[in-house]
């Protein structure tokens, strides 16, 4: 979601270490080496074995934060007395005293180009796909170890002068420093380090540059933790589940990523035999990404043979369906749950399309918790409040993924747009500028709306200028004062985001900390705080499916691009169903390797999935030593105890045996097919209107003000008088 990514402030961090071992003493300074005293230092007895050139132009050299070794007569190093009394925070310190000395960006800049030319050298060995800090725009190359005396030891290099000489400031703090203190290091504690940055146009702005003190950090905390393990003679713990992509094939880590990449190439003869039906009988196809594996293998292969058939997130489902209907398709099949069959069917009736046929995967009901929730008493006494109010106006956001029931009744109550996890945040701040004291109700999902109540709290410690690039019609004073006029739903929950807690979040700080990281907006905030965290840093995105993959191609081209051998490794925080569209587009990308000079470059995909969201079964011979994973499926197996799925276990209930029956039934057969057909809402409200037309006008605003920027004006009208729609 970008507008929730601009609102995050950026902090910039980093770490890293040597090791006491000929490789780290190779080169590392001259065999006479000239001591000279730190003229600006806090502490004048720190000393330097490096020789420092002046650099012309600029104030002498302060080398206070570097940690000083003096050699002895037996050619080994001791620290000197300060030095072995300078902790890693004051060290730290003392480098952020040195660079803010420096006012002038261009100083800066020399002073950091003066610090690369200390580092000693990288061995053209030890640069390796698995020794780069990813998420760089220039290659950094990081070597860790412990040394005897259990002190972390480090060498770093990058092909940028200017990265090198951020890598070279964070040596001089960090080298010789216990495992301990670098990791209680935090990304905080290097926020008064931004005053490096190359670009300061705004307070807290972070360049890609900067990004490398946090990322080396990531890296430097992740490889530190594993030596750890390692010493202690202790295992670091299972890894995640994954899918290695590359030029050569695809590669399965784990049970639950062999379940998904058993269908990732499908059978040509279930793929011709669809096309066949489809282009036979003129059908469309609109599928959500969270299909089951199996279906979504299929449809990726034959949508190259037919192009009615479309892939997305719900917002363009029923948008794809009035395309496929212009283009004379006579029937449209969803695969998705519910609510998404219902908006497809209103949408073709609105568009003029009434004669086009819409059909579910299921003779049952395909449900789902958010729209449960929302189709709560709970929900409607939630609403209550707002209705009640005359003091001030009120409008209802409700999230897309709810039934057309449920916006209609509560469009009757309070005035009602939709919104999706790509526009929510643009969506409110929108209506709050251009209402005057209104009160805004978010719902259903708990989730999402604390997390947009975080990202408003934190955007109260931006910088106007920061502010005015999320929404140019506010300032830190307009945030401040429509946090209380802030309402969101305490009650209702995605079954699969819900997954995403502290015990999957835990294990990706031990064991991802340096992974991109991907989060939908409807994770619970543990997760959300983490991928924003990462997003600052240009490692994460948080917002729709789409975003998620848009995210994922983007980070993959610009690896591409750059022509080097690369390794990217994306945590996929939302549905698993989601690893089909992924891997369909990454392949593609990787297909036009070629073209750049034979650079190897692989994308892992990795599966959070907690440990109580899997199914272990035993095999028929009983034996108990013996288990397989199983992924979410229509019956519930796949979710754990406390509601988390690994997969929907709704959305599996499309399969593609109910596609091919729905295609092969059409269009004689249709008496078998009563229970699948998208009905139309015949009921009315409780003011006798239409529910189809009451339910449809939350998401023609919703289109209104994606096209414009602007809530409609007959929606401000609703909004400015009391009593619900009927009242206006």
Same mark, same amino acid.
Request: hydrophobic content about 40%; aromatic content about 6%; charged content about 20%.
């Given at each position: 979601?970008?507008?929730?990514?601009?609102?995050?402030?950026?902090?910039?961090?980093?770490?890293?270490s040597?090791?006491?071992?000929?490789?780290f003493?190779h080169?590392?300074k001259?065999?006479?080496?000239s001591?000279?005293?730190?003229?600006n230092?806090?502490?004048?007895?720190?000393?330097?074995?490096?020789?420092?050139?002046?650099?012309?132009?600029?104030?002498?050299?302060?080398?206070?934060?570097?940690?000083?070794?003096?050699?002895?007569?037996?050619?080994?190093?001791?620290?000197?007395?300060?030095?072995?009394?300078?902790?890693?925070?004051?060290?730290?310190?003392?480098?952020?005293?040195?660079?803010?000395?420096?006012?002038?960006?261009?100083?800066?800049?020399?002073?950091?180009?003066?610090?690369?030319?200390?580092?000693?050298?990288?061995?053209?060995?030890?640069?390796?796909?698995?020794?780069?800090?990813?998420?760089c725009? +220039?290659?950094?190359?990081?070597?860790?170890?412990?040394?005897?005396?259990?002190?972390?030891?480090?060498l770093?290099?990058?092909? %940028?002068?200017?990265?090198?000489?951020?890598? +070279?400031?964070l #040596?001089?703090?960090?080298?010789? +420093?216990?495992?301990?203190?670098?990791l209680?290091?935090?990304?905080?504690?290097?926020?008064a380090l931004?005053? *490096?940055?190359?670009n300061?146009?705004?307070v807290?702005?972070?360049?890609?540059?900067?990004?490398?003190?946090?990322?080396?950090?990531?890296?430097?905390?992740?490889?530190?933790k594993?030596?750890?393990?390692?010493?202690?003679?202790?295992?670091?713990?299972?890894?995640f589940?994954?899918?290695?992509?590359?030029?050569?094939g695809?590669e399965?880590?784990?049970?639950?990523?062999?379940?998904?990449?058993?269908?990732?190439?499908?059978?040509?003869?279930?793929?011709?035999?669809? #096309?066949n039906?489809?282009?036979e009988?003129?059908i469309?196809?609109?599928?959500?990404?969270?299909?089951?594996?199996?279906?979504?293998?299929?449809?990726t292969?034959?949508?190259?043979?037919?192009p009615?058939?479309?892939?997305?997130?719900s917002?363009?489902?029923?948008?794809s369906?009035?395309?496929?209907?212009?283009?004379?398709?006579?029937?449209?099949? !969803?695969?998705? *749950?519910?609510?998404?069959?219902?908006?497809?069917?209103?949408?073709?009736?609105?568009?003029?399309?009434?004669?086009?046929?819409?059909?579910?995967?299921?003779?049952?009901?395909?449900?789902?918790?958010?729209?449960?929730?929302? @189709?709560?008493?709970?929900?409607?006494?939630?609403?209550?409040?707002?209705? @009640? %109010? #005359?003091?001030?106006?009120?409008?209802? #956001?409700v999230?897309?993924?709810?039934?057309?029931?449920?916006? +209609?009744?509560?469009?009757?109550?309070?005035?009602?747009?939709?919104?999706? %996890?790509?526009?929510?945040?643009?969506t409110?701040l929108?209506?709050?500028?251009e209402?005057?004291?209104?009160?805004v109700?978010?719902?259903?999902?708990t989730y999402?709306?604390?997390?947009?109540?975080?990202?408003?709290?934190?955007?109260?410690?931006?910088?106007?200028?920061?502010?005015?690039?999320?929404h140019?019609k506010?300032?830190?004073?307009?945030?401040?004062?429509?946090?209380?006029?802030?309402?969101?739903?305490?009650?209702?929950?995605?079954?699969?985001?819900?997954?995403?807690?502290h015990?999957?979040?835990?294990?990706?700080?031990?064991?991802?900390?340096?992974?991109?990281?991907t989060?939908?907006?409807?994770?619970p905030?543990?997760?959300f705080?983490?991928?924003?965290?990462?997003?600052?840093?240009?490692?994460?995105?948080?917002?729709?499916?789409?975003?998620?993959?848009?995210?994922?191609?983007?980070?993959?081209?610009?690896?591409?691009?750059?022509?080097?051998?690369?390794?990217?490794?994306?945590?996929?925080?939302?549905?698993?169903?989601?690893?089909?569209?992924i891997?369909?587009? !990454?392949?593609?990308?990787?297909?036009?390797?070629?073209?750049?000079?034979?650079?190897?470059?692989?994308?892992?995909?990795?599966?959070?999935?907690?440990?109580?969201?899997?199914?272990?079964?035993?095999?028929?011979?009983?034996?108990?030593?013996?288990?397989?994973?199983?992924?979410?499926? @229509?019956?519930?197996?796949?979710?754990?105890?406390?509601?988390?799925?690994?997969?929907?276990?709704?959305m599996?209930?499309?399969s593609?045996?109910?596609?091919?029956?729905?295609?092969?039934?059409l269009?004689?057969?249709?008496?078998?097919?009563?229970?699948?057909?998208?009905?139309?809402?015949?009921?009315?409200?409780?003011?006798?209107?239409?529910? @189809?037309?009451?339910?449809?006008?939350?998401?023609l605003?919703?289109?209104?003000?994606?096209a414009?920027k602007?809530?409609?004006?007959?929606l401000?009208?609703?909004?400015?008088?009391?009593?619900?729609?009927?009242?206006?």
């Open positions: 979601m970008d507008s929730a990514a601009l609102t995050m402030r950026a902090v910039s961090s980093s770490f890293f040597n090791p006491a071992n000929p490789k003493s080169n590392r001259p065999a006479s080496p001591i000279i005293r730190c003229v230092s806090q502490n004048p007895h720190l000393n330097s074995p490096y020789h420092l050139k002046p650099i012309s132009g600029t104030p002498p050299f302060s080398c206070s934060a570097v940690t000083s070794h003096r050699p002895n007569t037996s050619g080994s190093d001791n620290l000197t007395a300060a030095a072995t009394n300078t902790t890693t925070k004051a060290k730290l310190q003392l480098l952020i005293q040195e660079f803010q000395s420096l006012t002038d960006p261009v100083e800066r800049v020399k002073r950091l180009l003066h610090y690369a030319e200390l580092l000693p050298p990288f061995e053209d060995s030890l640069k390796s796909t698995e020794k780069r800090v990813p998420g725009t +220039a290659q950094v190359w990081l070597h860790v170890e412990l040394d005897s005396g259990n002190k972390v030891r480090f770093a290099d990058s092909d %940028s002068e200017i990265t090198k000489g951020f890598c +070279a400031c #040596v001089t703090v960090l080298d010789g +420093a216990t495992p301990d203190e670098v209680a290091l935090r990304t905080d504690d290097l926020v931004n005053v *490096v940055g190359l300061e146009r705004r807290g702005y972070s360049s890609s540059r900067v990004n490398t003190w946090h990322n080396v950090l990531m890296s430097m905390q992740k490889r530190i594993s030596l750890v393990a390692e010493r202690e003679g202790r295992p670091r713990g299972e890894m589940p994954s899918l290695i992509v590359s030029a050569d695809i399965a880590k784990g049970s639950y990523a062999e379940a998904q990449a058993r269908f990732l190439l499908p059978d040509e003869v279930k793929i011709q035999e669809l #096309v039906l489809l282009d009988k003129k469309g196809v609109v599928a959500h990404f969270y299909m089951d594996p199996e279906v979504q293998g299929v449809l292969a034959a949508r190259k043979l037919w009615h058939i479309h892939i997305s997130d917002l363009v489902m029923a948008d369906a009035v395309k496929m209907a212009e283009s004379g398709c006579k029937y449209i099949t !969803v695969l998705g *749950v519910d609510f998404m069959s219902e908006n497809v069917r209103a949408i073709l009736d609105q568009a003029g399309y009434p004669e086009v046929g819409v059909y579910r995967m299921s003779d049952e009901r395909i449900g789902c918790s958010l729209a449960d929730a929302a @189709a709560s008493p709970a929900y409607m006494d939630y609403l209550a409040a707002a209705s @009640a %109010s #005359v003091s001030s106006p009120s409008l209802h #956001v999230y897309i993924n709810t039934s057309l029931e449920t916006k +209609a009744y509560t469009h009757e109550v309070v005035p009602t747009i939709t919104c999706t %996890s790509s526009n929510v945040v643009q409110i929108q209506a709050f500028s209402v005057p004291n209104l009160n109700f978010y719902g259903p999902d999402m709306g604390a997390n947009i109540m975080e990202l408003f709290r934190q955007m109260t410690v931006m910088s106007d200028e920061e502010i005015a690039n999320v140019p506010h300032d830190r004073n307009s945030i401040k004062s429509l946090i209380p006029r802030l309402h969101y739903f305490q009650d209702g929950t995605c079954i699969v985001h819900h997954l995403f807690g015990e999957v979040v835990g294990k990706l700080n031990e064991m991802y900390c340096d992974a991109f990281l989060a939908h907006f409807e994770v905030g543990e997760m705080s983490l991928a924003m965290e990462a997003k600052r840093r240009g490692m994460g995105v948080v917002g729709s499916t789409q975003n998620i993959l848009d995210f994922i191609k983007e980070r993959v081209k610009g690896a591409l691009d750059r022509n080097v051998d690369d390794h990217l490794q994306f945590v996929l925080g939302t549905e698993s169903g989601m690893v089909t569209s891997v369909s587009e !990454v392949r593609k990308l990787l297909g036009s390797v070629e073209a750049h000079e034979g650079a190897k470059v692989s994308v892992e995909i990795v599966f959070p999935v907690s440990s109580e969201s899997i199914t272990q079964t035993t095999s028929e011979t009983g034996d108990f030593s013996k288990f397989s994973v199983i992924p979410g499926v @229509a019956s519930g197996e796949g979710c754990s105890l406390h509601g988390g799925c690994a997969s929907c276990p709704y599996k209930m499309n593609l045996g109910s596609l091919l029956k729905v295609c092969r039934s269009p004689h057969d249709k008496e078998n097919l009563s229970a699948y057909e998208a009905g139309r809402f015949s009921l009315q409200t409780p003011s006798g209107k239409l529910i @189809a037309d009451v339910g449809c006008e939350p998401i605003h919703m289109r209104h003000f994606q414009t602007r809530l409609p004006e007959k401000i009208q609703q909004i400015l008088h009391s009593g619900g729609i009927n009242g206006r």
